[in-house]
């Protein structure tokens, strides 16, 4: 009985010290970083008419993104802003139909701000590609966190506008099919440390 007692104590000695140290065994402060999709997740372009395929589709207001970006004050990452970037989904290569293919530049994408972040920079229209791009960078060196209900961005789509009207080439010419593509986007901090 007695060595159970103190076997038990040897325990509850050693959860204690354990429990009193959780900060630096059990968790680490991060920055916090999330993309909040509000609305605008799936997002179809229907060219149902001969206008359509000359002139191509621009949908101003696909998507719209909250962004939350927290500062955990961690000594040697300084949290100053942040890059949105976009891509194809997994590098695909191209947009795939049923039958056939369309090269990922028909597509463009634009992200501008909404609300909360005027001072940030956005790259206008940008070919989607296989490669990471970026679509709107902002930056506040006196830092304060970023909410998802004040800091939101608009993005944009265009597919098939032609040259002459700054985009990358009418759909005319290209076979018919039901083409789909995933878009990915990623939201990486930035500032000393990152």
């Known amino acids: 009985m007695?060595?159970?007692?103190?076997?038990?104590?040897?325990?509850?000695?050693?959860?204690?010290?354990?429990?009193?140290?959780?900060?630096?065994?059990?968790?680490?402060e991060w920055n916090a970083a999330r993309l909040?999709?509000?609305?605008?997740?799936?997002?179809?372009?229907?060219?149902?008419?001969?206008?359509?395929?000359?002139?191509?589709?621009?949908?101003?207001?696909?998507?719209?993104f909250g962004i939350s970006l927290a500062d955990s004050s961690k000594v040697g990452h300084v949290l100053q802003g942040f890059v949105l970037y976009f891509r194809a989904f997994n590098n695909q290569?191209?947009?795939?139909?049923?039958?056939y293919v369309l090269p990922l530049n028909r597509l463009r994408v634009k992200a501008e701000n909404v609300i909360g972040l005027e001072s940030g920079h956005s790259y206008g229209y940008q070919d989607?590609?296989?490669?990471?791009?970026?679509?709107?960078?902002?930056?506040?060196?006196?830092?304060?966190?970023?909410?998802?209900?004040?800091?939101?961005?608009?993005?944009?789509?265009?597919?098939?506008?032609?040259?002459?009207?700054?985009?990358?080439?009418?759909l005319m010419g290209e076979e018919p099919d039901y083409y789909n593509i995933e878009i990915e986007f990623e939201l990486v901090p930035t500032g000393p440390g990152f």
């Open 128 to 170: 989607l590609s296989s490669d990471w791009v970026p679509l709107f960078s902002y930056t506040n060196v006196s830092w304060t966190d970023l909410n998802w209900a004040n800091n939101q961005l608009n993005i944009s789509y265009e597919c098939g506008k032609p040259v002459s009207a700054g985009g990358n080439g009418s």
């Open 36 to 64: 909040n999709v509000l609305y605008g997740s799936s997002l179809p372009l229907n060219f149902s008419s001969l206008s359509k395929i000359k002139k191509g589709i621009e949908v101003q207001t696909g998507t719209r």
């Open 2 to 28: 007695l060595t159970t007692r103190l076997f038990l104590l040897k325990i509850f000695i050693v959860t204690v010290v354990l429990c009193s140290n959780t900060e630096q065994v059990f968790s680490q």
């Open 93 to 99: 290569a191209n947009i795939k139909g049923d039958v």
